[in-house]
């Protein structure tokens, strides 16, 4: 059953056979989600009421439409926060390894961390986080 | 390795420079002491002198037709900012951004010009390919660029959604990336390795504008900016060339009787409608744009044959065919608008601009004493060392024929027709890069081995 689970792909004699247990795989991620949404809808409560089924049953009666332009900085902020928000993940594994990387970690960090600040420096005197205008 | 670590760090500083420099022509000179340093420190490691001593682990392979395409590259780059980077001004706002941008693309194609395993080339492919989605857009006030670009990002990002999916099926096939050790068996191939293979050329054929993948490259070129043109048509398109020769030559070489039937039809394809679409076309931009599809079918030759001479052949089509189109551009930008038209009479305004750009023509042409020639003439060599497909032969000598007729409208219309046009003013420094361009193409249509020799020595 292990082996029926665990894809040899780097040994020769690779065929698309061996790619049967990722195959499986899928099938049981696809069964087992599948499975739990039916399950789930026979066997919890049901109320319907009119307000359950808008959009955003959160209390407060909705009204307008969403479909209006925002000011752009709302996505510019949004975009740059991402940007340096996933570069600070790269930190994570370093912390780890802190010991075992030494010096020559600690410089690789260092040089990371001088171009995330160019970025920064760069954003902030292009303007892109002034407000006001 | 020098080239692509100082491209990227070059982007860098000239992003900074539009911050601290205010003086345009200061940030213009930066720039293209930046890409003078690029093709020196290119030029260095061709003699062996390499600055910076990194690992690539198998993913690169810095040989000399990689590092030769690099020096062309980085020499019609050169040339390009000499000549065209006074009219970048006009563009927009940002005009140091512009060269950052420029500077990213750059280290793009040092990746597709030296990749070995697959990744890369797809790094590479998307280094190139998102800075030029925002030079498209950079005339932002402008409808039609913003068209161009959005038409360019859909094919662009459709195309290497194909690519990947080709990547994907080849390392399920092979169980590796890496190009020189996936050992494709000749007899038997399976038919994953063939699926990828095809999603690789059909992706590779979106980017150099092959038909019948060619129907975003009129409406692009048309609508960028001219300046972008001029760079996008040139040292990027050749760049995909050597990128597409590249991957096929060390994954695909064993199982080259395969695939080379679909390459003699997407050739032959994409010089019969190249040239005969050119030929219609009113703007000289939008014909330059067809010009490049139609150059496209010979550059495609190259990678049918799959010889050494086709390699020779790719590098002396690269050089030749961007130094003469970077020219036309280069004078092209000093007119008000694009019709042929606007060039009656422009041989008695100007005798020594009108008189370079028929040497330009001439080369893209394929006349002999220019490069251009002998770059057609080491293509079609190439097919017939290869065998078999004498008729694309007869048929590119045939298309190389009907080009003459649109080119030389333009020289028509430069010598012998009446009209005022547009009165011109050009700097002498222009007019005399303008010549160096014209003597160089000669040169090498005479002496192909001047630059040629750089591949073994």
């Known amino acids: 059953m292990i082996d029926l689970l665990q894809a040899t792909v780097n040994s020769p004699g690779t065929t698309s056979a061996s790619y049967l247990p990722i195959g499986l795989q899928v099938l049981f991620v696809v069964g087992l989600v599948g499975f739990l949404l039916i399950i789930t809808h026979f066997l919890g409560p049901k109320r319907q009421t009119a307000e359950k089924l808008e959009t955003f049953a959160g209390g407060i009666a909705s009204h307008g439409d969403a479909r209006q332009p925002m000011a752009i900085n709302y996505f510019l902020v949004a975009i740059l926060f991402v940007l340096f928000d996933v570069e600070i993940i790269f930190f994570y594994p370093y912390a780890i390894n802190f010991r075992a990387l030494g010096w020559d970690g600690f410089w690789a960090v260092m040089m990371f961390v001088s171009f995330f600040l160019c970025g920064f420096i760069y954003i902030i005197k292009k303007g892109a986080l002034i407000w006001e205008d | 390795m020098n080239a692509l670590i100082i491209s990227a760090v070059f982007g860098v500083i000239m992003m900074f420079t539009g911050i601290f420099v205010k003086q345009k022509p200061v940030t213009r000179n930066i720039a293209i002491a930046g890409v003078a340093l690029l093709l020196l420190v290119n030029i260095l490691e061709m003699s062996g002198i390499d600055f910076f001593k990194v690992h690539t682990a198998g993913f690169m392979l810095f040989d000399r037709f990689a590092l030769l395409f690099n020096s062309v590259a980085f020499g019609s780059t050169l040339i390009y900012f000499i000549l065209s980077a006074p009219d970048m001004e006009k563009v927009g706002h940002y005009y140091a951004d512009y060269f950052a941008l420029i500077f990213f693309i750059l280290c793009g194609v040092v990746l597709v010009a030296s990749f070995q395993s697959l990744l890369i080339l797809f790094l590479g492919i998307e280094i190139i390919s998102i800075p030029l989605y925002i030079l498209t857009g950079s005339n932002k006030r402008n409808l039609i660029s913003n068209e161009a670009s959005l038409k360019y990002f859909l094919m662009g990002a459709f195309s290497t959604g194909i690519m990947l999916m080709g990547i994907t099926l080849l390392y399920g096939a092979t169980g590796t990336f890496d190009t020189q050790f996936m050992n494709i068996e000749t007899e038997g191939t399976s038919a994953l390795v063939i699926a990828g293979m095809l999603l690789l050329f059909f992706s590779m054929a979106f980017k150099v504008s092959a038909v019948p993948f060619h129907f975003w490259t009129p ?41 080379k039937l679909v390459a003699a039809i997407i050739t032959a394809l ?28 010979f550059m495609l030759l190259g990678l049918l044959a799959l010889n050494a001479t086709s390699k020779e052949g790719i590098i002396l089509y690269a050089t030749a ?33 009108a008189g370079v750009n028929v040497i330009f023509l001439l080369s893209l042409a394929g006349i002999p004493l220019t490069a251009g020639f002998l770059a057609k003439f080491y293509m079609l060599k190439a097919t017939l060392e290869s065998g078999d497909f004498l008729w694309l032969v007869i048929l590119a000598v045939i298309m190389a024929a009907v080009s003459v007729y649109y080119y030389f409208r333009l020289i028509q219309a430069m010598y012998f027709k009446e009209g005022d046009g547009n009165a011109i003013e050009v700097s002498p420094g222009f007019k005399l890069m303008l010549v160096i361009v014209a003597a160089c193409l000669i040169v090498l249509g005479v002496f192909p081995n001047l630059l040629l020799n750089w591949l073994y020595f």
């Open chain 2, 270 to 297: 994409t010089l019969l409608v190249g040239n005969i679409t050119a030929v219609f076309q009113q703007s000289v931009k939008r014909m330059l744009a067809y010009s490049s599809i139609s150059q496209a079918g």
């Open chain 2, 321 to 353: 065919y961007s130094l003469a189109t970077i020219g036309i551009f280069a004078i092209l930008l000093k007119m008000n608008d694009h019709s042929f038209e606007s060039f009656n009479g422009f041989a008695r305004q100007q005798p020594l601009l």
């Open chain 2, 219 to 259: 409406d692009v070129y048309d609508g960028c900016p001219t300046v972008f043109t001029s760079f996008m048509a040139t040292v990027v398109k050749s760049a995909a060339f050597v990128g597409f020769i590249r991957l096929f030559y060390d994954a695909f070489g064993s199982i080259h009787d395969d695939w």
